[in-house]
């Protein structure tokens, strides 16, 4: 069984032209007029884009004393119905602290589940010869090929900068690309209890308590490390300038350091955590929190001039009551918002439609960026032959009012509640089958989803000579006449 698309604009991160797309089985088969096949899809008058890839997730995460309420099913599901054919998890340790042992516990969790594709970055937690070595295994025969460093929650999962140092070489010496959470956790840490101290308990001492300078130090501070120990650098939820200058002046002199900013910062801002509503205010805490209309106005800017990389989710999305954990003291609210069902939309909306991006710039931050910075293009992320069918007949004619009554994900609100949305997929297709048709409301079968493994990366062998040239010691030879007795 065939399938064509026909009579759409086809938009990839290049240009945009008139085609159809015949697909075989899970596989692009040939992009070219009048085709035929034996389904056809209709795609008049949309674009025909590469599925989206939310790089950035946390569906059932357990966090801050509770578990992040989205599954991996409705997770997905969401997904497919906002036009994201395949997201990115992160697998936490658990108290045995192994890697593996978590990547199975994920994969339990999942496996029944995804109605996407799916694939994980693994976290790094903290440092010792077991991790060093579970490491090996993960890059060369889990398909895992990123770790993800926290730099705050302190006393949870943040690291220490030597051990952060440590799994950065290792890094560099496997071929696997280091992410970081840049923000300050000893900084954080003390301004929460100074605003704590002088009664500041609601959601607007989250914000208080972790400013830009608190971002912008760490992403200083992860950039530098990473350029001493020869590796790349991916900094996760890059939120305000400081973080974005950093990233900016590292590129100029060569670093390989890449910015992810979340459609929830770009769109929403910090007088959210002013309402006098305080469930309100608490279902946007997250880390870093939303900031002011400067920083926002740097990272459209970043997408544009091409600083910034990726737009992103974080979903790690938490209920009312789960909230509700927080009420008098705003550390204990769990951090963190949705947004992986809007995220497509929410950037079509404020991005193109208002001339800030182009369509495709709009594919190159939604899909093929990161398809290529995580090492799975042109498998995902392209519009190519032999490549996944994941594609998105994606229909700018579709508007709709984001609203909690008719999302797919679980949660018991939405952060971007009335909003208009100015464009939705018509046909979400996964490896060739259709996973979302508009109107028809059905869900893909749950555990059809499957695991992208991501190979090494081939520059890997470069970064460790340059870590190697950097740290070899010159050998001086002194003339033994004038050594200092004693030493
Ligand atoms: N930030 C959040 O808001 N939630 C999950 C983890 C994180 O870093
Ligand atoms: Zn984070
Ligand atoms: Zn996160
Ligand atoms: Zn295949």
Redesign the pocket.
């Known amino acids: 069984m065939s399938k064509v698309i026909k009579n759409g604009t086809i938009v990839t991160a290049d240009l945009q032209w008139k085609a159809d797309v015949l697909i075989e089985g899970e596989h692009i088969a040939q992009i070219g007029e009048n085709l035929s096949g034996d389904e056809v899809i209709d795609a008049t008058d949309a674009y025909v884009i590469p599925g989206g890839i939310d790089p950035h997730t946390?569906l059932e995460?357990p966090?801050m004393g509770t578990t992040?309420h989205e599954t991996f099913e409705s997770g997905t599901f969401a997904a497919a119905a906002g036009g994201t054919t395949m997201l990115v998890d992160f697998v936490l340790p658990g108290e045995d602290g192994s890697l593996l042992n978590a990547i199975d516990d994920w994969d339990r969790k999942s496996r029944d589940q995804i109605c996407t594709d799916i694939s994980y970055h693994m976290a790094i937690t903290g440092w010792n010869e077991k991790i060093f070595a579970e490491m090996e295994e993960v890059v060369h025969k889990r398909g895992i090929n990123t770790f993800k460093h926290?730099m705050?929650?302190k006393g949870a999962l943040m690291v220490e900068d030597d051990e952060m140092f440590a799994s950065f070489r290792r890094c560099a010496e496997l071929g696997a690309l280091p992410l970081v959470?840049a923000e300050n956790g000893d900084i954080v840490q003390e301004l929460q209890q100074k605003y704590l101290a002088e009664g500041v308990t609601g959601p607007e001492g989250h914000a208080y308590s972790r400013p830009p300078e608190v971002e912008g130090e760490a992403a200083n501070r992860a950039i530098m490390i990473a350029d001493a120990a020869g590796c790349p650098l991916y900094i996760?939820?890059v939120s305000c300038e400081q973080a974005h200058e950093a990233i900016r002046r590292a590129r100029q002199k060569g670093m390989r350091v890449y910015g992810e900013p979340l459609i929830q910062h770009l769109t929403l801002d910090e007088t959210e955590y002013f309402n006098k509503d305080w469930q309100y205010a608490a279902r946007r805490?997250?880390?870093?929190p939303f900031r002011n209309k400067m920083h926002q106005d740097s990272l459209w800017a970043g997408l544009a001039a091409g600083s910034l990389h990726v737009v992103a989710t974080?979903h790690?999305a938490f209920s009312d009551e789960q909230k509700r954990m927080g009420v008098g003291d705003f550390t204990r609210i769990?951090?963190?918002?949705g947004g992986l069902e809007e995220r497509m939309a929410m950037l079509w909306t404020k991005g193109v439609e208002t001339g800030r991006l182009t369509p495709e710039e709009f594919v190159a931050v939604t899909s093929t960026n990161i398809a290529k910075i995580l090492n799975m293009y042109p498998l995902k992320g392209g519009i190519m032959r032999g490549g996944h069918a994941d594609l998105v007949v994606w229909d700018p004619g579709i508007h709709r009012t984001v609203s909690v009554a008719t999302q797919k994900s679980i949660i018991d609100y939405n952060v971007f509640e009335g909003m208009e949305l100015k464009a939705a997929p018509r046909y979400t297709l996964s490896r060739g089958e259709v996973i979302w048709a508009h109107g028809q409301n059905s869900q893909p079968r749950p555990g059809r989803g499957r695991f992208v493994s991501r190979p090494p990366f081939a520059s890997a062998s470069q970064a460790l000579s340059k870590w190697k040239a950097l740290n070899t010691p010159r050998k001086i030879e002194r003339d033994p006449m004038n050594i200092p007795a004693g030493v």
Do not use: I
């Not at 805490?285 to 870093?288: K, Q, T, Y």
């Not at 769990?334 to 918002?337: A, E, I, L, Q, V």
């Open positions: 946390h995460m966090f992040a926290f705050a929650y959470h996760v939820h805490v997250m880390s870093p974080d790690a769990p951090n963190g918002t």
